[in-house]
Each structure stands twice: as structure tokens, then as C-alpha cells.
């Protein structure tokens, strides 16, 4: 589905992927997970073909991404950002209804078809209640709900996310992933970048771990989700238990006063916060 | 929300009245098309009453059916028919042509810059018109042609894109183009081309016209010539931005999400600016620096019928063209004396308090 090879990208002078490869196939439900600055929205970019690709490449079902038209690409490929950048008051229908965008053929707007398949979406995020609100007048998390309506309502095979419920509470974060989970179930591809562990060890089957702009780690949720892999790459204390419900593995945090003398040397090297412009504010 | 069910399953009646108020707005944006469509016809007809010399409205009637060839027109006056129809009905229909352009023009810019505080006046892309035009006028090719189009436009038009990019390039900061800065790059942008506009006129006071009339606008002494000279630049650049007006929409949604969603947004974005660049030499070059109708229509518009674009470009324009043709017969017959004001110190002085108004409200409620 998508397979990416020696991929390099970044912004100005500064790479930021360093000779990146991973196959994906179709069906999986993989997470990117990764510290502050390590590359996860700048990959999500480059497979989504905002960002050039410098070296290496991107194929989505065996094409270059360069060579897919961009309206072509939106068919295949929907993505959904950190949180919505919308500049005027469109009513939320508007925005769901902009994900026909790549659909739409000749001079003409949106179809009785594609309000139908709007409102379907919306039906699903349980956000068509907020079909003729502002988006400018709706909370976060509702915002969010519509932005990840509008992605449905593009009907691709895959979907792409960029932390998707950072801004959001526990039970809208778990109704999100409830939902991938279960387009997932209907063969969606979904790559997704998450901060949140736990949330990431519950939903993907598959986790890529980023660092510095690298793969250092990726496989199965089971093989990848334990104490030493989680506690090197994040560089601080992590234990990892069984989820009393599901049984997936879960990660504790190790406060750092106790883990300076149990476990690391250095406390201040470590909360130092990360260098370097985060990629996110890319746009 | 609180309870969770698969998501798939809704109830019917829901969608049926959300369905049913996307009717009920449709209805409401053809019902505000049909009055602003009437409005303007009954306005460039009104317009027509108003005057330094008094016509009776019945004879004002009579000459326009009699020019238009409904009513044997023997028994009308010469005098009054030139006055309605060459001095004034032409001067009504410059303005209301302005007025669309610079509305249209005004939402573009609002559009693509993501800046509710754009319109042409503001980010200086009018100013840059002038300054192309007057040194047009300052070299000597006034009366110019290009293909059959006249020369000032096509100045006006260089003098407009040479001032959206320099305005472009001063406001961005750290690679981010920020709201506020664009403005105050707008302001130095016109300040500074005002300048070079009095001093070309100082140069040269022949062959550059009234300074008042590049900077403050008027149409005083405009008629179907001027009107001519810009339809083919407006009528372009209103093509232009209509064939690319749902990329609009999507634009605001961001660059980066734009283009996840197939749009070619530099493209898109560079064809939108002369589109809407056209529109401003072809307002400038007739018409001089008009501000704040391209700033405050648009909003008056999306406040009561939300942000979608083709809606949006369409009832502006529509208010732009009466709001410009009134304020200019306000113009007209604002001072007791007979003397004309500059429209643009008409629209300044509506317009000036609603920016006011905009800047004070943005803070609060605005979140970015």
C-alpha cells in the first residue's frame, strides 16, 4: 500500500527524515511514535505529498507519489491535523462537504450525493448535530470531530492523522480511536503519529518508532511495547504492564527524583527540553 | 456524545432537517441575489434623479425611454437627455463597476491572505495601481493601446501585482505571513507610493491629473469611456477568480490541508492574486484609490450568510456596486455649494469607524 525507501525530506537547509524505509501494508493500523522533534509530522507530510521528497521515495500502491496528481492523491489518501487552522466561519457542514473536493468534476459545486456522503461522515464522528454551527464557534474537541469527518468524507483507502486527539479529553480520544479502529476493520490504512503510548498500544497493531529523524524500532505492538525499548528511545524510566481489560501493554512513567539515583546519573541532562524548531509548525 | 453507539445507525429525522435548512439558506442566498439584482437596476435608475440640475423624475423616465427606443423620443429635452444619460447613467454605471471590482477584489484578498483586515486599499496593492497609472500618465503613454486595450489599466495593473508582492515579501516574518504585519506592510507599501505619486506630480503638473484624484478617488468627469476602458480588465478578472473560486474555500483551511486535499495552492493562489489584481487596476485606473468598500462589504456579507466563497463573491459584488454608485452621488450632493467631495472621503468616512469596529471585535472573539 504505501512503501517508503531511503526517504529523505526536510525544511530549508535542515533534514529532518534521514534515510527512512518501511512497508506498509494494506489494512494496518500503525502508529509513528517518537520524542518532541523527531520527524513524525514531517513524515506524515512527506507521504502526504505537502513536503518534497529530497532522496529515497514514496509509492502509494506501487506509484511514485510525485507522479499521482494531486486530486488523485486526495482520492487515495486522507489526512487529518493536529488541530483545525480555519480562517473564516464556515458552517461545519462546509467543511465536511470540502472533503468532496477531490471528487468534484467540471464547474459545478457539490452534489445532492455529496451532502448525503457529508452527512454519513458526520453521522459517524457524532458530530452532525453540529452540522449548521460555525466552526468558529464550536469547542476543540468538536472541531476536531468535524475535521476528522471531513476526512471520511473523502473516502480513501488511507488515512493519515498527525496526533489527532492531542487536544482532546479522555472519552472524545477514545471515540476517535473506537472509529479508526473500526474503519480499520473495513480495510482502512491507518498510519497515525501519537504522543500518547498507552492510547498507541491499546488501538495499533504496529508501532514505528522515530528518532531524530530514524527508524529505530519497528514492529508489532507485542515485540516493540516493553520496558527497555520504550525507556531508551524516550530516555526516561518506563515500565510496562498488562491492561486489566484488554491485556495490551501499558506504560508507567517513573517519577524522576526516584529514578536519578535508581536508575539514570543525570536528572538535568534529561528534562532539558528538546532542541531544534519542532516540526509540527510547519505551514 | 455520551453514550457511544456504532455510529453508523442515525435517526432519519435529523438529517432531514439539517437537509432542510441547507434549502432554507439557499433559499436565503437566492432571495438576497433577487434584491441586490433589483437593487442595483432601481439604483442606477434612482441615481439618476439626483443631480445639480433639477429634472423632474417623470422626465427623467421619459429619457430613458425614449434613448432606449420604447417611446418616440421627440419631445424630450437635449439638454436633460445629455445630462441622464451621458453625464450621470455613465458616472452610475463606472461606480457600480467599481464598487463589484472592488468588493470582488476585497474578498479575494481576504480569501488567500487568510486576513479579514485585507482589501486592496489596505494592503496597498490600490496605491500601487496609482502609482503604475500616474507614471503611465507621467511618461506619457496616457492614451496608449495594448491589443485594442487601453494602457492605463495594464500600468495600473504592473503598479498593483509590483505592490501585492513587495507587501508579501515586507510582511512576512520568520517565513510566517502574519495578519497584522501584512497591514503594516501595506501601510508603508501606499505611504511610500503616495509619496513617489506627489512628487511625479510635482514634477510634471500637466500631463499627471488631480493628486486628490489618485489618492482620495472620485469620478468626477468619468463617463462610458472610463467605463470601457476598465470592463475588459474587471470582466477578466472576474472570470479569472470565479473558475478558481471553490479552491477559495479550501484555501482557508490552510496550505497544508489545502494541498492534502488536492489543491495546487500555490497555483491556485498566484491565479486568484491577478485575478483579483485585475480587478484593482481596472477600479485605480478609472477611479482612483477608493478605500474600504473591498473591506467592509465582504464582511457585512459573511456575517449574515457565512464564509462560502461563490456565495460570498457573488452578493459582495453585487452590494460592493450599490454601496460605491450611493456613496458616490453622496459625493455629489453632500455639500450645499455645489462643490463635488472625492467619493473615496465618503467611503473613508463610513468605513473608517466599521474597521474600527472589526479590529476591536477580531480580538476578542478570534482565535487562530
Request: hydrophobic share 45%; charged share 20%.
Amino acid at each position: 500500500m504505501i512503501r517508503v525507501e531511503a526517504l529523505c525530506c526536510g525544511y530549508d537547509k535542515k533534514d529532518v527524515l534521514k534515510n527512512l524505509s518501511f512497508h506498509l501494508k494494506r489494512g494496518e493500523f500503525a502508529g509513528v511514535l517518537g520524542p518532541n522533534g523527531s520527524g513524525k509530522s514531517t513524515l506524515l507530510f512527506a507521504l502526504s505529498g505537502v513536503l518534497p521528497i529530497r532522496s529515497g521515495s514514496v509509492r502509494i500502491n506501487g506509484k511514485e507519489i510525485s507522479r499521482i496528481s494531486m486530486r488523485a492523491r486526495a482520492r487515495q489518501m486522507a489526512s487529518v491535523p493536529q488541530k483545525p487552522e480555519i480562517s473564516f466561519s464556515f458552517k461545519c457542514l462546509s467543511i465536511v462537504l470540502m472533503g468532496r473536493y477531490p471528487f468534484l468534476s467540471g464547474w459545478g459545486g457539490y452534489s445532492a450525493l455529496d451532502v448525503e456522503k457529508a452527512l454519513e461522515a458526520m453521522a459517524r464522528t457524532e458530530t452532525l448535530h453540529l452540522a449548521q454551527r460555525m466552526i468558529t464557534d464550536v469547542s476543540g474537541g468538536e472541531a476536531q470531530g468535524v475535521l476528522i469527518a471531513k476526512a471520511l468524507a473523502q473516502e480513501t483507502d488511507i488515512l493519515l492523522l498527525d496526533e489527532p486527539t492531542s487536544s482532546l479529553d479522555v472519552a472524545r480520544k477514545i471515540q476517535v480511536f473506537d472509529l479508526l479502529k473500526q474503519k480499520n476493520s473495513e480495510n482502512t490504512t491507518i498510519l497515525c503519529a501519537l504522543h500518547d503510548l498507552n492510547l498507541a498500544a491499546l488501538y495499533c497493531d504496529r508501532l514505528i518508532f522515530v528518532k531524530h529523524g530514524k527508524i529505530v524500532l519497528d514492529g508489532s505492538t507485542e515485540e516493540t511495547f516493553n520496558d527497555e525499548n520504550l525507556s531508551e528511545i524516550y530516555e526516561t524510566d518506563v515500565r510496562v504492564s498488562r491492561h486489566p481489560v484488554t491485556g495490551s501493554p501499558q506504560a508507567h512513567f517513573v517519577p524522576g527524583f526516584k529514578a536519578a539515583s535508581s536508575v539514570h546519573g543525570h536528572v538535568l541532562g534529561r528534562r532539558e527540553p528538546v532542541s531544534g524548531g519542532n516540526s509540527s509548525d510547519y505551514g | 456524545m455520551t453514550n457511544r453507539p456504532s455510529g453508523t445507525k442515525t435517526v432519519d429525522p435529523v438529517r432531514a432537517g439539517i437537509l432542510q435548512k441547507e434549502r432554507h439558506d439557499r433559499g436565503r442566498f437566492v432571495g438576497l441575489l433577487v434584491l441586490l439584482l433589483l437593487g442595483s437596476v432601481a439604483s442606477v435608475f434612482g441615481a439618476c434623479l439626483f443631480g445639480r440640475l433639477e429634472i423632474p423624475p417623470w422626465d427623467v423616465l421619459k429619457t430613458f425611454l425614449a434613448t432606449s427606443g420604447i417611446v418616440e423620443g421627440s419631445e424630450i429635452d437635449a439638454t436633460w437627455k445629455a445630462v441622464v444619460i451621458h453625464i450621470r447613467l455613465s458616472r452610475i454605471c463606472l461606480s457600480l463597476l467599481v464598487g463589484v471590482a472592488l468588493a470582488v477584489a476585497g474578498t479575494v484578498f481576504q480569501g488567500i491572505l487568510r486576513n479579514p483586515l485585507a482589501d486592496p486599499f489596505t494592503i496597498g496593492v490600490s496605491t500601487g495601481a496609482a502609482f503604475g497609472a500616474s507614471m503611465a500618465l507621467f511618461l506619457g503613454l496616457g492614451s496608449g493601446q495594448v491589443l485594442g486595450f487601453g494602457f492605463i489599466p495594464l500600468a495600473s495593473l504592473g503598479g498593483a501585482v509590483a505592490a501585492l508582492f513587495a507587501v508579501i515579501s515586507l510582511g512576512r516574518i520568520n517565513g510566517r505571513l502574519r495578519r497584522e504585519t501584512m497591514v503594516l506592510a501595506g501601510i508603508v507599501v501606499a505611504t511610500f507610493l503616495s509619496a513617489l505619486i506627489s512628487l511625479v506630480k510635482a514634477l510634471d503638473e500637466e500631463s499627471v491629473s488631480s493628486i486628490v484624484f489618485w489618492v482620495m478617488g472620485s469620478f468626477q468627469g468619468r463617463g462610458w469611456r472610463h467605463a470601457a476602458l476598465a470592463l475588459p480588465y474587471a470582466v477578466a478578472g472576474l472570470v479569472m477568480i470565479w473558475i478558481n473560486s471553490r479552491e477559495l474555500d479550501i484555501l482557508s483551511m490552510g496550505d497544508v490541508q489545502a494541498k492534502q486535499m488536492g489543491v495546487h495552492t500555490d497555483r491556485v493562489r498566484l491565479r486568484l492574486m491577478i485575478g483579483a489584481s485585475l480587478l484593482t487596476a481596472a477600479a485605480v485606473s478609472v477611479s482612483g484609490v477608493i478605500g474600504f468598500v473591498g473591506l467592509v462589504v465582504p464582511h457585512l456579507i459573511r456575517m449574515s450568510m457565512g464564509a462560502e466563497h461563490r456565495r460570498l463573491l457573488v452578493l459582495s459584488g453585487l452590494l460592493g456596486g450599490i454601496a460605491l454608485l450611493w456613496s458616490d452621488v453622496l459625493a455629489r450632493i453632500l455639500l450645499p455649494g455645489g462643490e463635488e467631495l472625492p467619493v473615496g472621503v465618503v467611503t473613508a468616512l463610513m468605513g473608517g469607524p466599521f474597521f474600527c469596529f472589526l479590529l476591536k471585535r477580531r480580538g476578542a472573539k478570534v482565535r487562530i
